[in-house]
């Protein structure tokens, strides 16, 4: 532990990680998200690709190829994709994928994974299909599974962004299949939903859902209270605030969740931007999810972009939570860094270790940390959207931890 720590430490200053292209197919990669869909033990990646209109799955080939072009495949036209996610929403046994789209097409579409997984890389194999009560409704912008109200399989929590948004839940038919027969129930408005995710926030047994809502009246990282399965959803979903700063204007971007200080409690990072960008850490302070305290790490002082997203992961060794952030408007600037610090206390000194250099890369956007090498360290999984007026950018790529 103590030699990985060191060998990233020493790894600091201007010098960046090693970066490998897994898929530039198209233009827009615009995030990244896991799933085993051939079910081989390793994570493969679904992105959205919003300027080309294709939604696309990157098998993962293992250690010893994860430094090449991944295999791929386009598994559905999705004109204005924004996200995409791995969900076994037919309860077959196998990953389906479903696609957030925005602009003027205002729609959430389920690619259906082949049958016979031996056809995974033939994009005629993938059936895709609207899910008609998303349809027109808003600009969707990001999903996530979870079982809502212990019924049938599992539902899709969504939100979206712009003129009556909302965030709300497509509750499942007993045919998860039928994609007529989800049904639609509003939770409450947002202006720009950036993440959801799903939590026990209040450790009353049931999930709830943790949300970073970028702009608008309730811009501000919250969660909402799950009232309960069956008939209580027909109560109100009660909304509890982690952080909302003074500054107006302040945009709430991606967040992760995990136990920063091992006190047994989950914290909360993301990254934030006003007049200033940084990564806010929010430190739960009991079990309730109710009360929380702050503090900031400043991103211009290291010569980055804006604070786009954060993601928690042990990436020095050491035992504990290490935090790594992407950015966008980095032209120039560093693009995705991680910091470490000394000791389990968020009081302590946070040290810089730029990840992609300054040299390509201008608007990084959600991270995954996770071994893709197979050397014991954490990578970091990413993708670019752009990359300068004339490029399609760099697509989706992955930083090869120097600890190993």
Request: aromatic residues 8%.
């Amino acid at each position: 532990m103590l030699a990985l720590a060191a060998t990233l430490a020493a790894a600091g200053g201007e010098e960046s990680w090693t970066r490998h292209g897994i898929d530039d197919f198209s233009s827009g990669a615009d995030g990244v998200r896991l799933g085993d869909v051939d079910r081989d033990g390793r994570p493969d990646v679904v992105t959205g690709w919003e300027e080309g209109g294709f939604t696309r799955v990157c098998l993962n080939p293992g250690p010893e190829k994860a430094r090449e072009a991944w295999p791929a495949v386009t598994v559905g036209k999705t004109p204005h994709v924004e996200d995409a996610m791995f969900v076994d929403l037919d309860g077959d046994g196998r990953l389906d994928v479903v696609s957030c789209c925005e602009g003027r097409t205002k729609s959430i579409f389920v690619h259906w994974g082949p049958a016979d997984g031996k056809r995974l890389r033939d994009g005629d194999a993938w059936q895709t299909e609207a899910l008609p009560a998303s349809q027109g409704r808003m600009m969707w912008m990001f999903a996530v599974p979870m079982q809502v109200d212990g019924r049938h399989g599992i539902d899709l929590v969504a939100g979206g962004k712009g003129r009556a948004a909302e965030i709300g839940w497509f509750e499942a038919p007993e045919d998860g299949r039928q994609t007529g027969a989800y049904r639609y129930h509003p939770i409450g408005p947002v202006g720009w939903v950036m993440s959801i995710r799903s939590r026990d926030m209040d450790g009353d047994g049931d999930d709830d859902v943790l949300i970073s809502d970028r702009k608008g009246a309730d811009a501000a990282v919250r969660w909402l209270e799950n009232p309960g399965p069956g008939e209580l959803q027909r109560m109100p979903w009660k909304s509890h605030l982690v952080s909302r700063s003074e500054e107006k204007g302040t945009n709430y971007m991606f967040l992760d969740a995990g136990d920063l200080d091992g006190d047994g409690l989950e914290d909360v990072v993301f990254g934030a931007y006003a007049r200033e960008s940084v990564v806010v850490v929010a430190r739960r302070l009991d079990q309730s999810g109710r009360k929380w305290a702050e503090s900031s790490i400043r991103l211009k002082k290291f010569g980055m972009g804006r604070a786009k997203a954060a993601g928690l992961g042990d990436i020095d060794g050491d035992g504990q939570l290490d935090v790594a952030v992407s950015c966008g408007m980095a032209e120039g600037r560093h693009g995705v860094a991680c910091f470490s610090r000394a000791g389990q206390s968020l009081d302590a000194e946070w040290t810089w270790h730029p990840v992609s250099g300054r040299e390509r890369g201008s608007k990084f956007d959600r991270l995954e940390l996770l071994d893709l090498d197979g050397d014991g360290d954490l990578d970091v999984l990413t993708c670019e959207e752009n990359d300068g007026p004339k490029s399609r950018g760099l697509g989706v790529i992955w930083y090869e931890n120097p600890a190993g």
